[in-house]
């Protein structure tokens, strides 16, 4: 959690971060060329999937807390970038299925700062205080389809999709 954005009081953040294992043939891989492609990648996701969710639905107090959700993707290979698609149905799917902690929102009397916390620390006495909260915008985000384009000898285009049966 934290202090949402001055600018948007009323909404949540999301951070996506970007690493991949090496393998062997990373050797052969300049630094500086990985590093490049790592940050336009991470540029793309977050232009494609910055929306994601209504992030107004992340919101906790208005102008006091929000969730701040870090997304973590490792590719288990050396980037490249038609891994674009599998990395962002994979963050789909997280993003479908995720579920946030039931938070309560109080003044604390004595200093009076607005405090939050889950509902086991709030009622510690009280069994299954541990409610979830589904991401109801989640279900609505988009498919990435790649799309190319190849130009043939006689300057005619072709446009390629990469999409499934589900996308089509």
Not at 52 to 58: G, R, S, W, Y
Not at 76 to 95: G, K, P, S, V
Not at 121 to 135: A, G, V
Request: aromatic share 8%.
């Amino acid at each position: 959690m934290q202090k949402p954005l001055p600018s948007e009081p009323r909404h949540g953040q999301i951070k996506y971060h970007l690493e991949s294992s090496q393998t062997g043939s990373s050797v052969s891989t300049r630094d500086d060329h990985a590093e490049f492609l790592k940050k336009r990648m991470v540029s793309l996701i977050s232009s494609l999937y910055g929306n994601i969710i209504n992030k107004e639905e992340l919101m906790v107090s208005e102008g006091q807390f929000s969730w701040f959700l870090n997304v973590d993707i490792l590719v288990m290979e050396e980037l490249a970038l038609h891994q674009l698609d599998y990395i962002c149905l994979a963050i789909r799917a997280a993003f479908i299925n995720i579920q946030l902690p039931q938070v309560y929102v109080t003044t604390n009397e004595n200093t009076g700062k607005i405090e939050v916390g889950l509902a086991e620390e709030i009622y510690e006495d009280q069994e299954n205080t541990d409610s979830l909260k589904t991401i109801q915008s989640a279900k609505t985000s988009p498919y990435v389809i790649s799309i190319g384009f190849i130009r043939n000898q006689t300057g005619e285009d072709s446009i390629i999709m990469d999409s499934d049966d589900i996308e089509s």
